[in-house]
C-alpha cells in the first residue's frame, strides 16, 4: 500500500503532507484532498516477479556477535528443544510467582546464572502467560559500579540500573528485547540456565535496589503448575 495524504509515519514536523496542506489551506475540503490523492496514486503495489518464493537461512553475525537460530529447520517453523524448553521455564516463573507487590510495582527482576554468566533483566507486560507462546518484555538491568556481573553474583543488596540501548532523536533508551530476542541471547552462552526471583525497590529513576532473592528451579516451576492443575 502507498502512503496517503496523511504523513502519520513522520517523526517530525507537522503529521500532513505539504501538498494536503495547502490544498486544504486553498479552501478546499479535506475530503477532496484526499479523493484526488486515491485517483492520482495507486492504492495497492502488486508483488514483484523477481522476488523468491523462498530464501536461505543464514548465520546473522554483527560486530562480532552471531545470532543462534531457535528453529530445528529454518525452512520449518519448529523451536528447538532448547528454546522451548527456555521458553516455557520462564513462563512458568512469570505466571506463578509473581511481583510481591504487583499493585505498586508489577515489573519482576529475575536473575539468569549459567555457571559464572550472570543476566538481570526487568520483566513489564507479560501476557497469554496461560498459553504456551507468550509475549514479555525484558529490559536489562545490570549491576552499578560493579566490574563485571560475574562478581556481583550473590551480594546483596546491589544497585542496578537501566542499560542503555539504541539512541533515537538523540534520545538513549534502555536495552529492550522481546521474549525471542532475550531467549535467543541467552541460547549464546547455553540452555541450561537458572532463574531467581528478586526481591526489589525503586532507588531513583532508571534504578533498582535489590535486597533478596529466591532460586525458583525448573522443578519448583514445573510443580507449580501441577499443582494448580490438579
Known amino acids: ?16 503532507r505539504a501538498s494536503a ?36 537461512g543464514v548465520r546473522v553475525c554483527v560486530g562480532g556477535t552471531c545470532t ?6 529454518e525452512g520449518e517453523r519448529n523451536m528447538n ?13 512469570l505466571l506463578y510467582f509473581p511481583p510481591k507487590d504487583a ?16 543476566v538481570y533483566v526487568l520483566v513489564g507486560h507479560p501476557q497469554h502467560l496461560n498459553q504456551s507462546r507468550f509475549t514479555a518484555e525484558f529490559i536489562m538491568l545490570p549491576p552499578v559500579n560493579v566490574a563485571s556481573v560475574s562478581d ?15 539512541v533515537v ?16 541471547r541467552l541460547l549464546e552462552t547455553g540452555s541450561e540456565w537458572t532463574i ?13 535496589l535489590a535486597t533478596d532473592q529466591t532460586v525458583v528451579s525448573v522443578e519448583d516451576a514445573e510443580a507449580r503448575e501441577a499443582v494448580v492443575k490438579e
Open 152 to 166: 556481583a553474583v550473590h551480594v546483596l543488596p546491589m544497585q542496578m540500573a537501566f542499560a542503555p540501548g539504541r
Open 196 to 208: 531467581s526471583n528478586m526481591t526489589k525497590s525503586i532507588v531513583a529513576v532508571g534504578q533498582w
Open 68 to 73: 543462534k537460530s531457535m528453529l530445528d529447520d
Open 103 to 118: 499493585c505498586a510495582d508489577p515489573t519482576l527482576l529475575l536473575q539468569f546464572l549459567f555457571f559464572v554468566e550472570t
Open 81 to 93: 528443544e532448547d528454546a522451548a524448553h527456555l521458553l516455557e521455564y520462564i513462563r512458568l516463573v
Open 21 to 56: 496542506v495547502a490544498a486544504y489551506q486553498r479552501k478546499t475540503k479535506f475530503a477532496d484532498v484526499c479523493g484526488k490523492w486515491a485517483k492520482a496514486h495507486k492504492s495497492k503495489i502488486e508483488a514483484s516477479t523477481d522476488f523468491p518464493d523462498s530464501v536461505q
Open 1 to 16: 500500500m502507498v502512503e496517503g495524504p496523511l504523513g502519520i509515519a513522520s517523526r517530525k514536523g507537522f503529521p500532513v
Open 169 to 184: 532523536l538523540g534520545v538513549t533508551w534502555p536495552h529492550i528485547s522481546d521474549e525471542l530476542q532475550f531467549v535467543s
